[in-house]
């Protein structure tokens, strides 16, 4: 069983910020990309971040240059550092992991923790 659990998240002011975590445990055997989405209240979960375990980037155009995901392979950790936060940025967030579990099994699943509340208001 592998489970994500993000850390993190809480209530921060217009231009503050945050940083969340992510942390895989259980059966794995490598991790591939990771990532972080976000639901806000009435609208489809969307792509924030992702980083490969070679460390490629890819972001949301409305989080570029705001937003900084890094790993640490070493702990099975993702990381999402949220500058300058606006209050659109208000979701939850959750992050997603594409695991292989088993060094014999070349089955890669995909992962997702249960989420983290930010909220951006003054």
């Known amino acids: 069983q592998v489970q994500l659990v993000e850390s993190g998240g809480g209530l921060v002011r217009p231009g503050g910020s945050l940083r969340l975590s992510c942390a895989a445990s259980?059966?794995?055997?490598?991790?591939?990309?990771m990532g972080w989405y976000r639901q806000a209240p009435g609208k489809e979960r969307e792509l924030v971040a992702a980083?490969?375990?070679?460390?490629?980037?890819n972001y949301a155009d409305s989080v570029k240059g705001r937003f900084t995901i890094s790993r640490d392979n070493a702990k099975n950790t993702v990381y999402l550092q949220m500058n300058s936060l606006k209050p659109e940025d208000t979701a939850v967030y959750y992050c997603n992991a594409d695991i292989r579990a088993d060094y014999s099994d070349l089955t890669v699943q995909d992962y997702w923790g249960q989420g983290t509340q930010v909220t951006v208001s003054s």
């Open positions: 259980g059966s794995i055997f490598s991790i591939y990309a």
């Open positions: 980083i490969t375990s070679g460390g490629s980037t």
